[in-house]
């Protein structure tokens, strides 16, 4: 890797982040606030909430296999995408690298950012080219985009090719593993300590069903989480978002529930999708969504509206002709999907 300096924005390196009230005093004796110029009344929601979510990292840590210190959260995962290209990339000059097809927030967040976008098609099989990656890399690449398992293709990449790339390039390589509680890989979240130049992302949205609340993660080395912090909103993560992840990880065998249905459901839908006359492909998937290659996309797209069961529709994006990207639901929902299909004509 090249040194972190060398990789983050010389304004950010050198940037003095804002100090808020809560940060200037932490201690836990006082009782009388008067810090902050907030009202007295309207307990609690009246303060200002803690700006590094302390109390739900030191819970998130352990699960996650991280230290609080290596954990950004965010306003989704959206706000950590956006962040990447912030600290680490100079707008006009930098560029980045991608997969394709692959997560449509990389590349917007690029073009908000006035960054450049190189997209490299995954090869047969939607699997990593791992040559063509490296040859779209040069001096001015700063960060490299992996998501696995793949948005819309459903696939995990194995961990040897990820592992290639994490050891050839030189600059920041992000793990998007929005959807990896899916699949039966091991995550790269827990492995912090042996590359210095991973970030990896995670969702409240997808495996602990809580999209609503907008709480995103980031997993990288104590260094990089410190220029997150720096960069973000002080105070990002609301109040109420917080109180709610807490009161969700009290009952992680619900999620696990949840988890094994779901994963049910996959093995229930898949089959059943593979024996319909429209449907010419099932892609394997590690995640709680399948891509099917069917006869006509948009017409079964429409069809689908006016039954009203609404999947996305992949057909416009790059080697995705005629391609649904379909979410697995309730064994209710499922069965609405597949006995509509069955009747399309
Ligand atoms: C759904 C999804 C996310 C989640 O984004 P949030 O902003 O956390 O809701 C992140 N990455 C990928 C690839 C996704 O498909």
Known sequence: MKTLES?????????EPYSCARDEFKGMTAHVFLDANENPFNDPINRYPDPLQEKL??????????????????????EAIDLVY?????????????????????KVCADINNVEYRSVPLTEGWQLDIQGLMNAVDTHTKVLWICSPNNPTGNDFPRE???????????????DEAYSDFSTNQPFRNLLDNYPNLVVLNTFSKA??????????AFASEEIIGLFNKVKYPYNVNLLTQEKAMSLLADLATIDGWLAQIRREREHVLPALAELPIVLKVF??????????????????????????VVRNRTRVQLCKDCLRITIGTRQENNELLGALRFFK
């Open 86 to 106: 912030r600290i680490f990339c100079n707008p006009g000059e930098d560029n980045v690298v991608a997969i394709a097809p692959t997560y449509g927030m990389y």
């Open 7 to 15: 990789l983050v924005r010389p304004n950010i390196w050198a940037l």
């Open 284 to 309: 394997p998937t590690d995640a709680n969504f399948v891509l099917v290659k069917v006869t006509d996309a948009n017409k079964i797209y429409h069809y689908l509206i006016e039954q009203g069961i």
């Open 161 to 175: 090719t990820i592992h290639e790339l994490l050891v050839s390039f030189e600059g920041i390589v992000v793990i």
């Open 57 to 78: 990292k030191e819970r998130l840590a352990p699960l996650k296999g991280v230290r609080p210190s290596q954990m950004f959260l965010g306003n989704g995962s959206d």
């Open 208 to 217: 602990w069903a809580s999209a609503a609340i907008r709480l995103g993660m």
